[in-house]
C-alpha cells in the first residue's frame, strides 16, 4: 500500500466507498466524494500550520489565517490579522454603548431588559475542530463515515458497543402486545340451551352479591343478569399449597372467596422451562423473605368475601398472578362461556324487546331503524312502586322516560299553591321528561306510578335516557317535542 501513488490511492478508496454505498447516480457521489476529502484535507492542513507558524514560512499568511469580520476593524486595507482558532474575537461594542447617544424614543435602559446589562461582557473563544480521538491522529474519513458531531460532547469514547447497534426485530416485539379474544356466543339461537343452576342458601347469596357489588364487572348488571350469574356459580373447595390460579395459564374461572385464605404471587419474567408441569429447578427457586420458593413475590392475600380472577370472565388471556390455598378454602366459580352467555342473551333479550317497544312510540316513528336501534342501546329500565314520583315538579332533570308497562298519572301544582291537580295520564308508549332536557329548566309536573286497584296488574316500568343521548339521539326531534309538551303540561313554550 505504501508503494501506491496517492491518485491510485484515492481511486482505491474510492473504489471501495462506491462498491460498498452501491449509488444509484455514480458521477454526483465522486463529486461529493472528492468535495469532502478536499474539505477535510483544507482544514487539516489549515489548523496544523496556524499552530506551526515555522512550517509555513514560504506561505502566503492569507493561506492559513483569516482576517475575521468584526465591526471594529481597521480602515479598509488595514487589516488586524488574527488566528480564529488561537485567539479571541475583539470586543464588539455593546447595544447599550450605540444607545448612548440621545434617542428620540428614549432611553432603553429599564429594569428587566437584559440586553442592557451593566455586566461586563466577553465572547467565548471558538474552539477549533478536532481530529482527534483518544490520543491518536485518525485517518481521512470518507463521505460514507462522517464524524460524530456530538463526539466534542461525550464524557468518554463514543464508540458504540456491540449492544448499542441496531439489530433486526426480533419474536418478543412482537409478543410484547398479545391480542385477546373470546369465545363467539350464538345469541340469536332458536335452541335455548338451560343456564347452569346451583344451590345456594340465602345467606351465602347475599356474601356473594356483598362481594361482587363493586367489581367492574358485575357493577353495572340489570337484575335478570346478576341473578344468572349468582346461579351459575359452582361451589368448589381446595385444600392447603393447592394451586388455584398460575401465573401464564390461560384464564376460565372466576373465583370467590366463601371461606379461607389464599395468597397471591408474582414471579419475574421469564418464567422457567419446566413452569407449567411445576417441576421447578433449585437454582430458579427463591428463599429471601416475602416471596414463595417457586410462584414469587407475594403481592396479596384473599380473605372471606374476596374474589379473583374476573379478566377471565371477559377474555382468555394468560393469568398475571398465582394463587396457593394457604388453608383449606371454599370457593364459588363461574366459567368465562356461562358468563358471558348469561350477559349477552340476556343484553339481545333486552334490545330486542326495546326495538319492539320503541316501534310503538309514535314519537319514533319517523327514525329509522339503526337510529331505532341506537336508542335501544342506551335505555335503562327502572321499576317504581304504587304512588311513588318518577319525577317531581321543581327538580332539575338530567332523565328522559318512555313508558315501558304499567301506567302512571302526571300532576301538576298550580300558582296558587293548592292540591295538585291531575293534567294527564300517561301509558305504555308515552314519554315525559323531556321539557327540563329541552329547556334546562326545573321539572313542570309531577309523574307518579298509578295505585293500582287490580294487584295482578303491571307496575309502572320506564325506559330511562340519560341527558347526554337524549341530546345525540333525540336531537331531531326536538321541534315534535317542545310542540307535544305544550299539549301535555298545559304550557306555552313561544
Known amino acids: ?34 468535495q469532502s476529502r478536499l474539505e477535510e484535507q483544507r482544514t487539516r492542513t489549515r489548523e496544523a500550520l496556524s499552530r506551526n507558524t515555522s512550517l509555513a514560512a514560504g506561505l502566503p499568511q492569507d493561506h492559513f489565517v483569516d482576517n475575521p469580520l468584526s465591526p471594529i476593524n481597521g480602515a479598509l486595507g488595514e487589516p488586524t490579522s488574527i488566528s480564529p482558532f488561537s485567539q479571541n474575537f475583539p470586543q464588539r461594542s455593546s447595544l447599550q454603548h450605540s444607545m448612548s447617544n440621545s434617542s428620540p424614543f428614549g432611553t432603553l435602559n429599564v429594569p428587566g431588559n437584559a440586553l442592557l446589562d451593566n455586566s461586563p461582557r466577553s465572547l467565548t473563544p471558538v474552539s477549533p475542530p478536532s481530529f482527534q480521538f483518544e490520543g491518536e491522529d485518525i485517518t481521512p474519513s470518507t463521505p460514507i463515515s462522517n464524524p460524530n458531531p456530538f463526539a466534542s460532547f461525550a464524557n468518554g469514547s463514543i464508540t458504540p458497543s456491540h449492544g448499542e ?7 418478543t416485539i412482537l409478543a410484547r402486545r398479545t391480542s385477546v379474544s373470546a369465545e363467539s356466543i350464538p345469541v340469536d339461537s332458536e335452541i335455548e340451551e338451560p343456564l347452569p343452576v346451583f344451590p ?4 351465602q347469596v347475599r356474601r356473594i352479591r356483598s362481594s361482587i357489588a363493586n367489581n367492574f364487572i358485575f357493577r353495572d348488571l340489570d337484575d335478570e343478569q346478576a341473578t344468572g350469574a349468582l346461579n351459575a ?5 381446595v385444600v392447603n399449597d393447592d394451586v388455584v390460579i398460575r401465573q401464564g395459564d390461560v384464564g376460565d374461572y372466576f373465583y ?50 374476596s374474589s379473583f380472577g374476573e379478566l377471565a370472565l371477559m377474555y382468555g388471556h394468560p ?28 343484553a339481545h333479550r333486552r334490545r330486542t324487546m326495546y326495538e319492539q317497544f320503541l316501534l310503538s312510540v309514535d314519537l319514533l316513528s319517523s327514525l329509522e331503524p339503526e337510529e331505532r336501534s341506537k336508542v335501544a342501546d342506551a335505555l335503562v329500565s327502572r321499576v317504581y312502586e304504587d304512588g311513588e314520583a318518577v319525577v317531581r315538579q321543581g327538580e332539575m332533570g338530567d332523565t328522559f322516560f318512555f313508558v315501558e308497562e304499567g301506567n302512571a298519572v302526571v300532576t301538576k301544582i298550580t300558582e296558587n299553591g293548592g292540591q295538585p291537580e291531575v293534567v294527564g295520564q300517561l301509558k305504555k308508549g308515552d314519554y315525559f321528561g323531556e321539557l327540563s332536557l329541552l329547556r334546562l329548566e326545573p321539572r313542570a309536573a309531577t309523574v307518579s306510578a ?10 309502572l316500568k320506564v325506559a330511562a335516557l340519560d341527558a347526554h343521548a337524549f341530546t345525540r339521539l333525540l336531537g331531531p326531534l326536538r321541534e315534535i317535542m317542545e310542540r307535544n309538551a305544550g299539549r301535555s303540561y298545559g304550557i306555552n313554550l313561544r
Open 319 to 346: 393469568r398475571a398472578a398465582s394463587v396457593v390455598a394457604i388453608e383449606p378454602c371454599t370457593l364459588w366459580s363461574l366459567d368465562r362461556i356461562t358468563f358471558r352467555t348469561i350477559i349477552l342473551k340476556a
Open 233 to 237: 356459580m359452582q361451589e368448589c373447595k
Open 1 to 34: 500500500m505504501s508503494n501506491m501513488s496517492t491518485f491510485d490511492l484515492l481511486v482505491s478508496e474510492l473504489t471501495r466507498d462506491a462498491q460498498r454505498v452501491q449509488p444509484k447516480d455514480a458521477l454526483q457521489f465522486c463529486a461529493k466524494w472528492f
Open 200 to 203: 345456594k342458601t340465602d345467606d
Open 256 to 305: 370467590v372467596v366463601e371461606s379461607g385464605l389464599l395468597h397471591c404471587y408474582i414471579r419475574p419474567e421469564p418464567l422457567p422451562p419446566n413452569w407449567f408441569s411445576g417441576n421447578v429447578p433449585p437454582s430458579e427457586m427463591f428463599n429471601q423473605a416475602g416471596y414463595h420458593p417457586i410462584y414469587g413475590r407475594k403481592v396479596a392475600e384473599c380473605r372471606e368475601g
Open 450 to 459: 298509578v295505585v293500582r286497584k287490580d294487584p295482578s296488574a303491571s307496575r
Open 165 to 171: 447497534f441496531l439489530h433486526p426485530p426480533t419474536s
